[in-house]
């Protein structure tokens, strides 16, 4: 199984409304595999390019990687709202902590 397989079977998965465990226990060893938190400097660049046609599995994926959500929403065509609402019903669950410049 490849990369691309692998990416595929993960985003038929989050499509799925509500995961078994052994959904839960297959999208985490598959995204285990791919390494999320190494993605090259090439890759990151080459998923940001695609702009609005990036994949679910691709954002969570530049998430997990520590991408800034800025950089992300601004790939996507997005402002910083639309892309919160997004994350919200991708699942993801969003931090309100405010940084202490915000104060």
Same mark, same amino acid.
């Given at each position: ?40 400097? &090439?890759? @990151?660049?080459? =998923?940001?390019? $695609?702009?609005?046609?990036? *994949?679910? +599995? ?26 919160? &609402?997004? @994350?919200?019903? =991708?699942?993801? $669950?969003?931090?309100?902590? *405010?940084? +202490?410049?915000?104060?």
């Amino acid at each position: 199984m490849d990369a691309l397989d692998m990416y595929e079977e993960i985003e038929a998965l989050q499509q799925e409304p509500k995961l078994t465990v052994e959904q839960e226990e297959r999208m985490k060893e598959l995204q285990s595999k791919l390494c999320y938190g190494k993605l090259s400097g &090439e890759k @990151l660049n080459r =998923i940001l390019s $695609k702009g609005q046609d990036m *994949k679910q +599995s691709e954002v969570l994926m530049l998430l997990d990687a520590s991408v800034r959500k800025d950089q992300i929403s601004k790939a996507l065509g997005m402002n910083k709202h639309e892309f919160r &609402e997004y @994350l919200r019903n =991708i699942g993801v $669950k969003i931090s309100t902590r *405010k940084s +202490s410049k915000d104060a």
